[in-house]
């Protein structure tokens, strides 16, 4: 199946600093989502995006389909940000999703 | 804004008990999803449903997992003689159709005494 590679695994920062997770994956995908998992454990929707490039508020994604990476952008980070961020594809074109989940990468904001 | 409903957020059972998880997919969705999560590990697809059967299982969803869309709006996980491995958070998620984004419920935590 196919295979999701995420960057940084671990991530501590300081409040009010920026940064980058990398998603790499290793086939060409028609569906790309980005979640945020909360310390409750919930799955929130960031992004769905299989290519191009996205802005909501301080997060903003971009996925580069043809060289097969997606990159999440946390910018002006607050403790609430604080959570693992997980990158999902599936490639299936027609038929049901099946999303390959990443292991995640764990963030950690610091006041 | 419509959202995946799940109940109960946290279940203690005995092992070699049945449970059943239930959730309430967005209304105009088709495509309903059960996936899993054990602590400290990445997401894991169980089983799609779509057009009242299964379309697709994992490996992971074996005999003793069935899945049922007993009315309009519910869509239930049974596990049939659950094992301490069941252990975990499990997401039921639905999409509009097969290829469009996949939002997820918040959980149910199954703990497996």
């Known amino acids: 199946g196919i295979q999701v590679e995420q960057s940084p695994p671990d991530l501590i920062l300081q409040e009010g600093a920026n940064s980058t997770l990398r998603c790499n994956f290793s086939?060409?995908?028609?569906?790309l989502q980005w979640f945020h998992q909360n310390p409750w454990g919930q799955l929130i929707n960031l992004f769905y995006i299989p290519s191009g490039t996205k802005q909501n508020g301080r997060l903003s994604a971009t996925t580069v389909a043809t060289e097969r990476y997606s990159l999440l952008y946390i910018s002006s980070s607050q403790t609430t940000d604080s959570g693992v961020y997980f990158c999902a594809v599936d490639r299936t074109l027609y038929g049901n999703n099946r999303l390959a989940f990443g292991k995640g990468n764990q963030v950690v904001v610091i006041p | 804004e419509p959202e995946v409903t799940q109940t109960p957020s946290h279940q203690v059972t005995q092992m070699g008990q049945e449970v059943i998880l239930r959730c309430v997919p967005i209304?105009?969705?088709?495509?309903f999803y059960w996936y899993r999560q054990i602590l400290g590990q990445k997401v894991e697809f169980l089983v799609s449903f779509y057009n009242n059967e299964i379309s697709e299982k994992s490996e992971i969803f074996d005999d003793q997992f069935s899945v049922e869309r007993p009315d309009g709006s519910n869509f239930t996980l049974k596990i049939r003689s659950t094992k301490l491995e069941d252990s975990a958070m499990y997401f039921c998620a639905s999409s509009e159709d097969g290829n469009t984004e996949a939002f997820f419920g918040q959980g149910t935590r199954l703990t497996v005494v």
């Open positions: 086939d060409s995908v028609n569906n």
């Open positions: 209304s105009n969705h088709l495509y």
